[in-house]
């Protein structure tokens, strides 16, 4: 079992950046798959990024490869999400999630957070 806490979210202009964190706590990251997916108002949950620790490969999202990237503390059990270039349309509420079993960058995550608000004016 797993929990998930993300922070860092908030409002920032167009061409800007922020860090999103996602603090786990009950068992340490690098036993885990971690994802971070993204919901607008009135769309689907989307796919940001992926890391399989285990293999050391990550995986982005075309719509914001080049712009953001994942990275990791294991000291303080966490995963960042360092976003620069913000577009209006990143914003969303961002999800960190996690899961055991690896079969696919984009799907199968059992445990999610509960999500911080990213807002990107133009």
């Known amino acids: 079992q797993v929990q998930l806490v993300e922070s860092g979210g908030g409002l920032v202009q167009a061409g800007g950046s922020l860090r999103l964190s996602c603090a786990a706590s009950g068992r340490m990251l690098s036993n885990y798959g971690m994802g971070w997916f993204r919901q607008a108002p009135g769309k689907e949950r989307e796919f940001v990024g992926s890391v399989n620790w285990l293999a050391g490969r990550i995986y982005y999202a075309d719509s914001v490869k080049g712009r953001f990237a994942i990275s990791r503390d294991n000291a303080k059990n966490t995963m960042y999400l360092q976003m620069n270039n913000l577009k209006p349309e990143d914003t969303a509420v961002y999800y960190c999630?996690?899961?055991?079993?690896?079969?696919?960058?984009?799907?199968?995550?059992?445990?999610w957070g509960q999500g911080t608000q990213v807002t990107v004016s133009s």
């Open positions: 999630a996690a899961k055991l079993i690896w079969r696919a960058p984009t799907e199968g995550y059992d445990y």
